[in-house]
């Protein structure tokens, strides 16, 4: 049995998606970097056309993959792709380096800090202290914290919703580091993923590893999409052309 199938039959056991990011992390940890990027290519080959308990399987593994964290790790492992000529795991890893996260130069943070009632702006301990039980008054003020600190206790805060997370994902100008915190936290929400992958703002190292949970459909919407970078546009163009198209119940009848 191969790692991929093995990831699978594992992964889908798990019922909760917490259990099944923790699994796919541990087994990114633990194997070394040449196995894990052939196992990566073996899972994404089957992903990329059309099999939906591998896409779901790589749903697992795009959180590490995702997260500006565990940039060095994961650019080491693009690397090593490359190094392999690893096709279908350089697509998914194509933006995965220093650059990729918008960490090889220092930027301003992009936000607003939530102040108190007399107008001064909170410190980041009390920002994170409020995150962890906000109002919804104070949680609208935290959505647009440009530390990642405090955005990625606002994420764990079980008050936030599906729409909350949705804003923070398509704002704009993105934070990258912001990005980062939402798509570990939410690759799960199809609505989330496609926030990130259309903003054209965001960081390429998030939209391109997402474009593997996306379907056929909304690859093309990305392909198109004339204002995103020319790496995560492309990727989604590759990944297109590999999905096979959703069979017409109507034709088959026809015919």
């Known amino acids: 049995m191969s790692f ?4 699978s039959r594992t992964i889908l056991g798990l019922g909760e998606h917490r259990l099944r990011v923790a699994y796919a992390h541990s087994e990114m940890d633990r194997l070394q970097l040449g196995v894990l990027a052939e196992a990566l290519d073996d899972l994404c080959q089957h992903a990329e056309t059309g099999d939906e308990d591998m ?12 997260d500006r ?31 990729g996260f918008g960490l090889d130069k220092k930027r301003k943070p992009v936000g607003q800090v ?13 920002r ?5 039980r906000p109002t919804r008054k104070a949680l609208d003020a935290l959505m647009r914290d440009p530390h990642p600190l405090v955005i990625r ?11 909350d997370v949705l804003r923070m994902a398509a704002h704009r100008p993105a934070n990258a580091a912001v990005a980062s915190e939402i798509g570990v936290a939410w ?22 590893p997402l474009l593997g949970l996306l379907n056929r459909a909304e690859l093309g919407q990305v392909a198109r999409a004339s204002d995103l970078p020319a790496v995560v546009r492309a990727t989604a163009h590759d990944l297109f052309q590999l999905r096979p198209p959703i069979p017409n119940p109507a034709r088959a009848t026809r015919h």
């Open 4 to 7: 991929a199938e093995r990831w």
């Open 55 to 66: 896409r779901s399987t790589l749903g697992a593994f795009v959180p590490s993959l995702v």
């Open 69 to 99: 964290n565990d940039v060095e790790r994961v650019a080491s492992l693009r690397a090593t792709a490359a190094g392999a000529k690893l096709l279908a795991a350089g697509r998914l890893l194509r933006a995965s380096s220093f650059e």
């Open 114 to 126: 939530a102040q108190k009632s007399d107008g001064s702006p909170m410190t980041l301990g009390e």
């Open 128 to 132: 994170r202290a409020l995150a962890r």
């Open 153 to 163: 206790l606002l994420l764990q805060n079980p008050r936030i919703t599906e729409d």
């Open 187 to 208: 690759s799960r929400s199809g609505r989330v993923r496609m926030a990130l992958v259309l903003n054209p703002f965001g960081p390429s190292a998030v939209a391109v």
